[in-house]
């Protein structure tokens, strides 16, 4: 039986306004250059990566092919969220950023200086599905450390906006993946980008390793966690319990709530950056370069709404917030596709901002609510699971299944149907959550 109340406090302590700063801004920038990291493979999996590592002498095919490389990615994530989950649960928040930031350096930097199909044959590919799943280990127990770092150091009230700074990192991902990837399309000719120039953002996401030393050295493990950590400590002499085995046993239809309600806005998000990419390209004749601007252009005014709805969702609730969020993308995404399928820049624009402002209206307060759906001993593991099912299950498959359901239907409105659906999925499972929410 489920029994995870549905909104836990956090415990916070006195801390200075510098501490909490310093705190809130490693976070930040830890979620920033792991997604940055993240995106930059999603960006050339759309452009370059299916000629290069998956020749079959059909566009499609390929593109295909490098999109189950993207997808094996978000496979690779729930194990990153259950191992750091774990060990976050029992070891600290801090130890596990860490560790997901050097191997995001590490995998990220591999690909860059992947030699391709045609110098080293069928090894290319299986190398890149081996460094794509540990980039998805990485991100998936980032996310959680750098969440919590955040809203565990939060002042009492301010719990959505501190979240929302890691939130913030998704939009600067993909605002630096796209910039760099236009700045090395705008410095190359198409043959010289083919053959080198796209591993450059690969290899500026090196510099993740150096956040990493830093928070190593110079962030303290949060409050709460330290106070969790010794009613742990008294359970498991008498208890021998784990917080997975106690997520598993006694918690996991929340867990499976909150994936649920959050599936329809990862996978939103990836068809906006990465599906919608390939598809303008490949099938609408756009220019690259004019697409990743609308991209880039688009993913800045998440910089502000994001903060602007955690704000909102301390002030009037997350559910309340979370759920027109969801609603609206279902009510946009019949129109999302009809002004992309005029082939204009300007539609274009219009189509993914609306659809981003409602994916920021969700994003702003998820992390704070995640947060508060668990308990300290526990809210690593639990958390992370609930956004990792949803991002192998929304994320990983949504450009694949994008690119199958363009070939099978032969129109876009297939893809709004996909993106409907998932969010009828969200808007019961946040219907649900309210229920207990409720009764507490």
């Known amino acids: 039986m489920d029994t995870a109340p549905p909104a836990q406090p956090i415990p916070t302590t006195a801390l200075p306004k510098a501490n909490r700063r310093r705190v809130a801004t490693a976070a930040a920038l830890a979620s920033a250059v792991e997604w940055y990291d993240y995106f930059v493979f999603g960006i050339a999996a759309a452009l370059v990566l299916g000629d290069l590592y998956f020749p079959a002498g059909n566009p499609t095919a390929g593109v295909l092919a490098s999109f189950a490389t993207f ?23 801090k130890p596990m950023l860490v560790l997901a930031l050097t191997l995001m350096g590490v995998a990220t930097t591999g690909i860059g200086l992947l030699p391709t199909y045609a110098t080293i044959g069928v090894a290319a590919p299986v190398l890149l599905v081996v460094l794509r799943v540990v980039q998805g280990i990485a991100v998936g127990a980032q996310w959680g450390g750098a969440m919590l770092l955040a809203t565990e150091y939060a002042p ?39 053959a080198w120039g796209w591993r450059v953002p690969f290899l500026i996401g090196l510099f993740v390793l150096v956040l990493a030393w830093y928070i190593h050295t110079r962030v303290e493990e949060t ?22 085995r106690t997520i598993l046993r006694g918690h996991l239809g929340t867990v499976l709530l909150a994936g649920g309600s959050f599936a329809v806005n990862t996978a939103t998000f990836y068809i906006l950056i990465t599906g919608v990419l390939d598809y303008t390209t490949r099938e609408l004749d756009m ?25 909102l969702s301390d002030r009037v609730g997350r559910i309340r917030i979370y759920a027109i969020g969801a609603a609206g993308i279902a009510l946009w995404a019949v129109p999302l596709f009809l002004l992309i399928d005029t082939g204009s820049l ?13 994916l920021s209206i969700m994003y702003g307060p998820q992390a704070a609510l995640f947060a508060e759906l668990f308990t300290p001993e526990m809210r690593y593991t639990g958390a992370s699971l609930g956004y990792q099912i949803a991002a192998v299950f929304g994320g990983g498959l949504a450009p694949f299944l994008m690119v199958l359901l363009l070939e099978a239907a032969g129109t876009s409105m297939a893809v709004s149907g996909y993106i409907i659906v998932l969010s009828l999925v969200a808007l019961l499972s946040i219907k649900v959550l309210a229920g207990r929410a409720r009764s507490h």
């Open 287 to 311: 220019k690259r370069g004019a697409v990743l601007t609308v991209s880039l252009c688009v993913s800045l005014t998440q910089l502000v709404l994001i903060p602007a709805a955690a704000a």
């Open 71 to 93: 997808a094996v990615g978000f496979l690779a994530r729930p194990l990153g969220g259950i191992v750091a989950g774990h060990l976050g649960d029992k070891r600290g928040r």
């Open 156 to 194: 009492e009230g301010k719990r959505g906006v501190y979240g929302s700074v890691v939130q913030l990192g998704v939009p600067i991902g993909v605002v630096t993946a796209n910039s760099v990837f236009l700045l090395a399309g705008a410095f190359t000719t198409d043959t010289a980008f083919a």
């Open 346 to 358: 300007l539609w274009l624009a219009v189509g993914t901002f609306v659809a981003s402002c409602f």
């Open 223 to 244: 409050p709460a966690f330290r106070e969790a950590e010794k009613a742990l400590a008294e359970k498991e002499k008498a208890e021998q319990s784990s917080p997975l």
